[in-house]
């Protein structure tokens, strides 16, 4: 059984900067892509960041773009959304996913094998 643990999430006043991290428990050996999902109230879950399994690729939606980087260190287990430069509309609760593929996580999300139980994300104006 694979479990995603986040933490990180919080009050962030509007140009302030949050780090959200997502670990990996359970038995497996499995190198997973990663990636995390917001969704605000109202809307639909939608796709923010992606990295392989290697790490040395990460997908990005243009909404985030520039101000969000994901990354992992595969010796540590976590991986990483550092956002800066936060906005009001960033505001959501922020999932954490993992697949064996990173194309489910960048254009299939339906078919993900794993989320997290979400963490909070509020950027006041």
């Known amino acids: 059984q694979v479990q995603l643990v986040e933490s990180g999430g919080g009050l962030v006043q509007a140009g302030g900067a949050l780090r959200l991290s997502c670990t990996v428990a359970?038995?497996?050996?499995?190198?997973?892509?990663m990636g995390w999902f917001r969704q605000a109230p109202g809307k639909d879950r939608e796709f923010v960041a992606g990295i392989s399994p290697s790490g040395n690729n990460t997908y990005y939606s243009d909404s985030v773009r520039d101000r969000f980087t994901i990354s992992r260190d595969n010796t540590k287990n976590p991986v990483y959304l550092q956002m800066n430069s936060l906005k009001p509309e960033d505001t959501a609760v922020y999932y954490c996913a993992a697949a064996e593929r990173v194309h489910t996580i960048v254009v299939n999300s339906r078919r993900v094998e794993y989320w997290g139980q979400g963490t909070q994300v509020t950027v006041s104006s």
């Open positions: 359970g038995r497996t050996t499995t190198t997973y892509a």
